[in-house]
């Protein structure tokens, strides 16, 4: 069974730091797509990031998060930089998205429950 089981989030303030981590058992996807998205209350799903050989952002990350992996440990990472008081969602980790389109939450097979970011102002 696959497990996709994300943490670091928290409450951090405008201009700080966190770092999200998730961790995945029960396959290995290290050729294949790992993502993160964010969900705003009220908003729709929306990609973040992407990472396969090369990495992926939306352009309001840019600059400021970075997504790395550690396929030995079967680890995907969110360095998140900068943060805003707008980039306050639950954040999701997913793998393996068919058609290799990334970008898009229709597509991923798996996902993680989700972890709570808050950035105050």
């Known amino acids: 069974q696959v497990q996709l089981v994300e943490s670091g989030g928290g409450l951090a303030q405008a201009g700080g730091s966190l770092r999200l981590s998730c961790a995945v058992s029960?396959?290995?996807?290290?050729?294949?797509?790992m993502g993160w998205f964010r969900q705003a209350p009220g908003k729709e799903r929306e990609f973040v990031a992407a990472i396969l050989s090369y990495t992926y952002y939306t352009d309001s990350v840019k600059g400021r998060f970075t997504i790395s992996r550690d396929n030995a440990k079967s680890t995907v990472f969110l360095q998140m930089n900068n943060l805003k008081p707008e980039d306050t969602a639950v954040y999701y980790c997913?793998?393996?998205?068919?058609?290799?389109?990334?970008?898009?939450?229709?597509?991923?097979?798996?996902w993680g429950q989700g972890t709570q970011v808050t950035v105050s102002s």
């Open positions: 997913a793998a393996d998205p068919r058609l290799r389109m990334y970008y898009s939450t229709a597509h991923y097979a798996y």
């Open positions: 029960g396959r290995t996807f290290s050729s294949n797509f």
